[in-house]
Nanobody
Framework: HVQLVESGGGSVQAGGSLRLSCAAS????????MGWFRQAPGKDREGVAAIATLTGSTIYSDSVKGRFTVSQDNTKNTLLLQMDSLNPEDTAMYYC?????????????????WGQGTQVTVS
C-alpha cells in the first residue's frame, strides 16, 4: 500500500492560510483516490477533501467548502491541501489518506490508509 508523509502544519491566526503537503510512495492502486481528514480532541474524524486522481474530481466537507482546495502534483507524487480563511474550528490533526472509493466519478471519504498526521492550530 501507499506510504504517506504529511508536512506543512503549524500555528496561524484566524483568517490566515496554510498549505499542507503529502508525499506519497508505494504501490499506486491505493493512490487512485486520495484526500485529507482531520480529527480534533474529543471529536469524530471528519473527511475534509478528497480527489479522484485520474479525473481530478473533488469533494469537500461543507465546513471547508470554498476555503480549502485539494490538488495533486503528479510529477512529485504529492498531494496538497491549500487552507484559506482559517478559523479556530479548523484546529485539528490533519491526516493525508488514500485508497478511498470513486463512485460515478466522485471520490468518497472512506479512506483505508493514512499517514501520521500534522497538527494545525488556529487562534
Amino acid at each position: 500500500h501507499v506510504q504517506l508523509v504529511e508536512s506543512g502544519g503549524g500555528s496561524v491566526q484566524a483568517g490566515g492560510s496554510l498549505r499542507l503537503s503529502c508525499a506519497a510512495s508505494g504501490y499506486t492502486y491505493s493512490s487512485y483516490c486520495m484526500g485529507w481528514f482531520r480529527q480534533a480532541p474529543g471529536k469524530d474524524r471528519e473527511g475534509v477533501a478528497a480527489i479522484a486522481t485520474l479525473t481530478g474530481s473533488t469533494i469537500y466537507s461543507d465546513s471547508v467548502k470554498g476555503r480549502f482546495t485539494v490538488s495533486q502534483d503528479n510529477t512529485k507524487n504529492t498531494l496538497l491541501l491549500q487552507m484559506d480563511s482559517l478559523n479556530p474550528e479548523d484546529t485539528a490533526m490533519y491526516y493525508c489518506a488514500a485508497d478511498c472509493t470513486v463512485v460515478a466519478g466522485s471520490p468518497r471519504f472512506d479512506f483505508d490508509f493514512w499517514g501520521q498526521g500534522t497538527q494545525v492550530t488556529v487562534s
